[in-house]
């Protein structure tokens, strides 16, 4: 009996036990694939585990629940999962019973199990016992709720939890004062992430406490380029909105007061002949759009010089543009002359290249003039430069983001076994090289990588065999000339495939969903990039495309941006993305301080949502589907 209550004495000096822990702690931490494992810690749980055998029946659960929270605040998911699925829950009281319905709901979100999380709120015992509980797990609750809704891709109804949670607090203690502010912190995040036509979904005269978060959020969007007209409108809500929770406790990117300092002449260096002149022209219209835009509203704007890059040093051309006042570089967007820059050690001004070192942008605008303007390709496809200079930031269309973006889509959504298509070109393939790496570290596996050549028109007999509809129809004659009489046979496609992820542009999407179709896999989900998408809706040419999710760049959907851009419609997708990405670079032009910021939001630019991070701005783009030739957003 000693021995017996040693054994419990040590689990229970070594367990976070649930009667202890305020129900607000959290016990996983979200928001990170790998978080670092408190080795100590998983000992100290993996003893307490093997001792806990011995301990009384009807006290075992209550502890393997205190020894599951242990390895979760230690790191090891995995352990904490096993230790879980050991608890007869219908052993534990309903605190217990909550304190392990909300572990399992964390451990599904760290998983990105978000189906198998919901589910846990859903539990007839969890919903009656809600009911009863105080304000502490009531707030818990709506937390895990709000991060729920978010990783689904629900934003509005994060937001909506997040509101419903700040309301539990009491203002008058300073400790809640605190968790109101990063509350609000969180809720001013996401709001950065909607679409602009959502934060205009509010009745006229409103008053709640949303609809002053979706004022406040529509006005500073509308500015975006501009900082110090931000810090104006956000004094003028302040007054008119003096009781909303903002107001009182502004999330921290507005307490921010402008850095005053302001660029007065800024060169864009682009080459401006030969096969690159339509791109930069194009480039150059989509940034001065931006440019134009700011004028009409009234902010005083800086002079732009333009310098063509197109016969001369690179490195000279940028002394040259500094000797004559340039205190801002944009430029160039050659992938060697990134490159050039990039070898110098210090910069002498703040320099926004369009291209990054991971050769995709450049490779991307390569391959749709049919070649390598610069005459070499790099076999590399890493996402972070190999060399970074001081005062560079490095900003383009590199696909590694949507691919990125794209895999971890996927993954949270359960699939595991993918058929990748891609073109042959030099994208294409590096492109493919990516996401095989990056799938295959997730744990998935690609079942077939087919690379089509640009001159293939009929995809029926490129994907018989990485469907296997070529070894069913081989089945299928053995068959017929086994059997005396006539035989009806059906060939089958190979059924462990559960998502296609296609990369090209739409005029070979075109071709390749209804071979997928034809041949047996039209119910597989299909994924594929914003190559597929140039902006404009042509239902009866995309009718073939229906189904089919993608990863799109927000100017491309209706209502998305504060102003439609408007590039010509009779050029190429590649070269309409290269529009937005102009108008981007002015956007970003006035904020690449508010980026480096620890307080920083996302930029909802044209091409995706921006952010800095090793001094490259990286994209996060919206999602959007093919429905009945037209698109349109995608389920959250």
Request: hydrophobic content about 40%; proline content about 5%.
């Amino acid at each position: 009996m000693i021995y017996a209550l040693g054994i419990l004495a040590f689990i229970g000096g070594c367990a976070p036990t649930t009667t202890q822990d305020s129900p607000t702690i959290s016990r996983v931490t979200l928001g990170t694939d790998e978080s670092e494992i408190n080795h100590s810690l998983v000992r100290e749980a993996e003893l307490a585990l093997a001792r806990a055998q011995l301990a009384n029946p009807a006290e075992r659960d209550n502890l393997l629940l205190d020894i599951a929270i242990l390895f979760a605040q230690a790191g090891d998911i995995d352990q904490s999962q096993t230790t879980l699925k050991l608890i007869n829950p219908d052993n534990l009281n309903d605190r217990f019973f909550v304190e392990y319905s909300l572990l399992g709901l964390e451990l599904d979100l760290a998983a990105h199990r978000f189906d198998s999380a919901a589910s846990w709120l859903a539990h007839a015992r969890f919903v009656t016992v809600r009911q009863e509980l105080g304000v502490l797990f009531q707030q818990r609750i709506l937390n895990l709720e709000s991060d729920l809704d978010y990783a689904r891709g629900d934003i509005r109804a994060s937001i909506d939890k997040s509101i419903a949670l700040a309301a539990l607090y009491t203002p008058r203690r300073s400790s809640d004062q605190r968790l109101l502010a990063q509350l609000n912190n969180k809720i001013w995040l996401r709001l950065n992430e909607l679409p602009f036509d959502q934060l205009q979904q509010t009745d006229a005269g409103a008053t709640g406490v949303l609809a002053g978060w979706l004022e406040l959020a529509a006005s500073i969007r509308y500015r975006q380029a501009d900082p110090a007209a931000q810090h104006n409108l956000f004094a003028v809500w302040q007054k008119r909105w003096r009781d909303h929770p903002a107001a009182k406790y502004p999330p921290a990117a507005l307490k921010q007061r402008p850095s005053g300092r302001e660029q007065d002449n800024i060169a864009l260096l682009l080459p401006l002949q030969g096969d690159y002149a339509v791109p930069s022209d194009t480039l150059i219209n989509g940034f001065l759009s931006g440019y134009y835009a700011n004028l009409a509203q009234g902010r005083t704007m800086p002079d732009i010089a333009i310098y063509d890059t197109s016969a001369r040093p690179v490195t000279e051309i940028y002394d040259e543009a500094v000797n004559r006042g340039a205190d801002l570089i944009i430029g160039p967007l050659r992938q060697s002359q990134v490159e050039e820059l990039a070898a110098i050690p210090r910069l002498k001004v703040p320099t926004l290249t369009l291209n990054r070192l991971d050769r995709d942008a450049a490779d991307r605008l390569d391959d749709n003039l049919g070649g390598s303007l610069d005459g070499k390709r790099n076999v590399n496809f890493d996402d972070s430069p190999t060399q970074q200079a001081d005062n560079l930031l490095q900003f383009g269309l590199s696909a590694l983001d949507e691919i990125n973006q794209i895999a971890d889509r996927a993954w949270s959504e359960g699939r595991r076994n993918v058929l990748l298509i891609g073109p042959d070109s030099g994208w294409g393939v590096r492109a493919q090289h990516h996401f095989i790496d990056y799938w295959k570290a997730k744990g998935g596996a690609v079942t077939s990588a087919i690379s089509y050549p640009a001159s293939v028109n009929d995809f029926t007999q490129l994907l018989k065999s990485p469907l296997e509809i070529d070894l069913s129809e081989q089945r299928g004659l053995t068959l017929r000339r086994s059997v005396k009489y006539g035989l009806n046979y059906t060939p089958r496609r190979r059924q462990d495939i559960d998502l296609v992820v296609v990369l090209g542009y739409a005029d070979k999407v075109r071709q390749i969903k209804p071979s997928l179709d034809f041949l047996y896999a039209g119910d597989i989900p299909v994924y594929a990039t914003s190559h597929i998408y140039g902006g404009t809706q042509e239902m009866e040419l995309n009718r073939d495309l229906s189904g089919i999710e993608f990863s799109a760049m927000p100017w491309t959907l209706d209502g998305y941006m504060p102003r439609p851009l408007t590039p010509d419609q009779r050029l190429p997708t590649a070269y309409r993305q290269l529009y937005a990405l102009g108008y981007d670079a002015f956007l970003l032009h006035a904020l690449l301080d508010q980026l480096d910021s620890p307080q920083a939001v996302p930029v909802f630019g044209a091409t995706g949502l921006l952010t800095l991070s090793n001094g490259v701005i990286k994209r996060k783009e919206k999602w959007a589907q093919f429905e009945n030739g037209r698109v349109v957003p995608a389920r959250p």
